[in-house]
């Protein structure tokens, strides 16, 4: 199979882009990194969560041929689902094309991947139930994994970062308990609250083999990690931090070397505790003011977000004045990664995702940029 890509979307207004001083426009690799690393940028990187597998053509037509499971597990499609969105969408980073459950098929647990998500054949009741579960490399019994990692670095080449994933602890656990998505963990929760060795158990187990797959992701070519502790948000932070937070910063010890993107939906009063875990840059959801997330993270982490996915459903006119405020929220500091609330929903027009992306590369592009110490804005030109 070919995995050429076009001319990315917006390549051609790379002109008109403030450029770093000294040098050309930076790459999207380039100004994705960068940002990670709170370092000066040409203009704010964008991509967006589950823009590997929404909105494009050629994808849904490998989809329905393969499957979502049939895609993650052949190489060559998991690469090519991966790349597709960074001409599709004229994105600065790609992210690679795998269900955070993944990894828990080699440690014995039997799921299928429906529409509304992973559906459990024995959902996990007892101690017992976390006992049987093994460990394992994941190089080894997930080297297709690494090989579509490989594939897609080649196929990059340097234009784009690619960014790896892993389902954060208590995600993962919800699923192994709740059997299946639902709306607040609840069962979870009380597995949590009522067997709290086996719920330690459960989580140290699952953070071992996420650490190992990180490590992996990390040692076949990814430049950064997002953990995606999606549901993390239904729990307190007192909580959070008793029953979560040791075993999310065991997970992400594996990705040592690169920026750690940590997510957690609904996870505004977890802020401080997910950069407690080991987040490099910390996502927020359009639920939360991104300026006071940042303020509660501190100025050594960015921040990634976060435009309600909601406005791009109700058209330009909605969506332009909503990527505003999140780039006067930014107020140009370091660190900043444009990115929607939550993933990329159902039946959102493609065409805006690309014009997005290029409004906040250009907008931003305009902007002068704050120093990183305190509020005020710098005039110059950036440095390389």
Same mark, same amino acid.
């Given at each position: 199979m070919t995995m050429q890509?076009?001319? !990315?979307? %917006?390549?051609?207004?790379? %002109?008109?882009?403030? =450029?770093?001083?000294?040098?050309? $426009?930076?790459? /999207?690799?380039r100004r994705f990194l960068a940002a990670c690393r709170l370092e000066p940028v040409d203009a704010t990187p964008v991509w967006y969560m589950r823009q590997a597998g929404r909105g494009i053509r050629e994808y849904e037509l490998m989809r329905d041929r393969y499957g979502v499971l049939g895609i993650a597990r052949t190489p060559e499609l998991a690469a090519r689902a991966s790349v597709l969105p960074v001409s599709a969408y004229g994105v600065d980073a790609a992210v690679m094309y795998a269900d955070v459950m993944l990894p828990t098929g080699p440690m014995g647990v039997e799921f299928d991947l429906t529409p509304e998500g992973p559906v459990l054949a024995a959902p996990f009741r007892s101690p017992a139930d976390v006992a049987r579960l093994r460990a394992y490399e994941p *190089?080894? *019994?997930?080297?297709?994994?690494?090989? &579509?990692?490989?594939?897609?670095? =080649? *196929?990059?080449d340097g234009r784009q970062a690619l960014i790896g994933i892993a389902g954060g602890p208590f995600t993962l656990a919800a699923y192994l308990v709740e059997g299946r998505a639902t709306r607040d963990q609840a069962t979870a929760r009380a597995f949590m609250y009522a067997q709290p060795e086996a719920w330690h158990d459960l989580l140290s187990r699952i953070a071992e083999v996420g650490r190992r797959y990180v490590a992996a992701q990390v040692h076949a070519g990814v430049q950064a990690v997002?953990?995606?502790?999606?549901?993390?948000?239904?729990?307190? $932070?007192?909580?959070?931090?008793?029953?979560? !937070?040791? +075993?999310?910063?065991?997970?992400?010890? %594996?990705? =040592?070397?690169?920026?750690?993107? #940590?997510?957690?939906?609904? /996870?505004?009063g977890l802020v401080e505790l997910?950069?407690?875990?080991?987040?490099?840059?910390?996502?927020?959801?359009?639920?939360?003011?991104?300026? *006071? &997330?940042?303020? =509660?993270?501190?100025? %050594?982490?960015?921040?990634? /977000?976060? !435009?309600?996915?909601?406005?791009?459903l109700a058209g330009w006119d909605a969506a332009e004045p909503g990527a505003r405020h999140v780039l006067d929220e930014a107020a140009g500091r370091p660190g #900043?990664?444009?990115? !929607?609330? +939550?993933g990329i929903l159902p039946g959102t027009d493609p065409a805006l995702l690309a014009r997005l992306a290029d409004f906040v590369h250009q907008e931003s592009a305009k902007r002068p940029a704050a120093e990183r110490t305190g509020g005020r804005r710098a005039t110059t030109e950036v440095s390389a």
């Open positions: 890509d076009p001319p !990315l979307a %917006g390549e051609a207004a790379c %002109g008109a882009r403030t =450029r770093v001083a000294g040098a050309g $426009p930076m790459t /999207g690799e *190089e080894d *019994e997930l080297a297709f994994a690494m090989e &579509a990692i490989r594939i897609a670095r =080649r *196929e990059l997002q953990v995606f502790d999606t549901w993390a948000g239904t729990l307190s $932070p007192a909580d959070y931090e008793a029953y979560v !937070l040791p +075993h999310a910063s065991r997970l992400i010890e %594996g990705a =040592r070397g690169v920026p750690v993107i #940590h997510y957690a939906a609904g /996870g505004s997910l950069v407690r875990a080991g987040a490099d840059v910390v996502g927020v959801d359009a639920r939360a003011s991104l300026d *006071e &997330a940042w303020s =509660r993270a501190g100025t %050594g982490v960015g921040i990634q /977000g976060n !435009l309600d996915g909601a406005r791009l #900043h990664i444009f990115n !929607l609330g +939550h």
